[in-house]
């Protein structure tokens, strides 16, 4: 290995790139077949609407040069598009320039889908794949050995990622410190698993085995990442391991996965690569720019590193708007009981004290007590999650939850296309209400004998019945209709 180039991990590099593609086409597909519903001109949250109230320079994109949804659609399907080809290796049959604009290209689109996602896209999964994303495009491609700056950099996100969570942990709930938060989590997180009522069910001494294992790899095995070979090499493995017992316990997004290919490329590879293929010495036009984006990404670094250290750090936080050096961190504080608002419509007089409610269903969060939660990740349902977090607090839900409702009233095909149950096939209800219900997973006896994996209380009114929307001239009248 020359003081630039790293022949040896020209296969971390491929397996890494291949995995980091995949995980584009899941982010782009989920964009393209919910966007309508959520942020198109029509949507929840307009992304016009967005484009006319912030500044240029705040959320730079391509949309802040045009805006339709015919246009968004190109661009999500033209992201899913680029995403296969890399999938199939088209990078490698490039120039090294040519390779390296073919990897902007999703970076591009998917930044400016991000800029315009709002509430939609606030996770910090949307971050790490454009910082990720970012730093694929300088590891090369094709006959060109991968640059040992641009490995290092990927090494330190994942420091970053791990490091981040673990200490956000420490400084926030204390039964991560008591090692109690998995006596709760399996059950109160954003979307469960198939598998998180056996997680949850688990003795609790492997509870706390887990909460140990967790610290262990978030806050000590993330420095074995900059030691020598083999150690570096387990130092991923664990969390790769880790990472993937995540996956079978819940839904998040392609956020394991990603860590997973960030780990898989700290990996060296060698003893089962084979005969190496022949690398081309790197030009020099290629040197200078991987140099002056390392310079860039050291620097923007500062006040990721700064807010590791503080004693106020925050989570997913950007800091620059191109998303290229991020802080990161998950579940700081542990939710101890589950709360979810169900949606309900009915087609009855709401003065009818007889009213049928029928439930609308959602696709990947509790509701039915006797549906099993579902697998969907990497594929993020975006509106459920929210319905997640409208759960803790309606101040998450205040900017859409009301135009959520209406759209509902109004039977929005796109809206619609979102649920996994439309009780009204027919016809739009009459009246939609919503209310939040206290859920807890069955234990093994109640379960044998009700078959539901859920048990659930009303608790309150989230918010009160309303019909279809007044006409635009009187629709700034009604101050009522929000959570």
């Known amino acids: 290995m020359e003081w630039f180039s790293a022949d040896g991990y020209w296969l971390s590099r491929l397996i890494f790139q291949r995995t980091l593609a995949v995980i584009y086409l899941v982010a ?102 454009l910082e990720t994303g970012f730093l694929a495009v300088f590891l090369g491609t094709g006959n060109t050995a991968p640059p040992v ?129 022949t690398l081309a010495a790197p030009p020099l036009w290629y040197e200078v720019v991987v140099i002056a984006v390392t310079a860039l990404v050291l620097v923007l670094s500062y006040r990721p590193a700064r807010n590791l250290l503080s004693r106020r750090q925050v989570m997913n936080r950007s800091f620059d708007p191109l998303h290229l050096v991020n802080t990161y961190g998950a579940f700081g504080s542990i939710s101890r009981m589950r709360l979810e608002v169900v949606v309900e419509g009915t087609a009855d007089p709401v003065a009818d004290e007889g009213a049928e409610w029928r439930e609308y269903g959602f696709r990947g969060k509790p509701g039915d007590v006797r549906r099993l939660p579902r697998l969907f990740a990497p594929y993020h349902l975006r509106l459920d999650w929210m319905m997640w977090f409208a ?53 093994p006896r109640e379960l044998r004998a009700t078959g539901a994996w859920w048990d659930r209380t009303c608790v309150r009114e989230f918010m009160r019945p309303v019909s279809r929307p007044l006409p635009p001239e009187r629709e700034g009248r009604d101050t009522g209709r929000g959570t």
């Open 391 to 443: 759960a803790l607090s309606p101040a998450y839900a205040r900017s859409w939850f009301g135009p959520f409702t209406e759209r509902l009233l109004l039977g929005d095909r796109a809206t619609l296309r979102l649920l996994a149950h439309n009780p009204f096939p027919d016809a739009p209800p009459a009246h939609v209400r919503a209310r939040v219900f206290h859920y807890r997973f069955t234990d």
């Open 149 to 277: 700056l641009v490995l290092w950099l990927l090494r330190w996100l994942l420091f970053r990622l791990e490091f981040g969570a673990g200490l956000i942990k420490m400084r926030g709930d204390e039964c991560w410190r008591k090692l109690t938060c998995l006596d709760f989590h399996h059950e109160t997180q954003p979307m469960p698993g198939p598998l998180s009522w056996f997680f949850h069910h688990l003795p609790r001494p492997v509870h706390r085995v887990e909460v140990a294992a967790n610290h262990v790899t978030q806050l000590l095995v993330p420095f074995l990442l900059f030691t020598p070979q083999p150690v570096a090499s387990a130092a991923a493995a664990l969390i790769v391991l880790t990472q993937l017992w995540l996956v079978l316990s819940g839904n998040f997004a392609w956020l394991n996965w990603l860590t997973i290919a960030l780990a898989l490329s700290v990996i060296d590879w060698t003893p089962f690569a084979g005969r190496p293929p």
């Open 28 to 129: 782009f597909l989920s964009a393209a077949l919910q966007f309508r519903a959520l942020i198109g001109e029509r949507g929840i949250l307009p992304v016009p609407e967005l484009l006319r109230r912030t500044p240029w320079k705040a959320a730079p994109g391509l949309f802040r040069l045009h805006y339709s949804d015919r246009f968004f659609a190109a661009v999500a399907w033209g992201g899913c598009a680029v995403s296969v080809a890399l999938i199939a290796g088209l990078d490698g049959f490039l120039p090294l320039w040519g390779g390296m604009l073919l990897w902007a290209l999703p970076w591009v689109l998917y930044l400016s889908i991000v800029q315009v996602g709002q509430v939609w896209y606030g996770f910090g999964w949307e971050s790490l794949l």
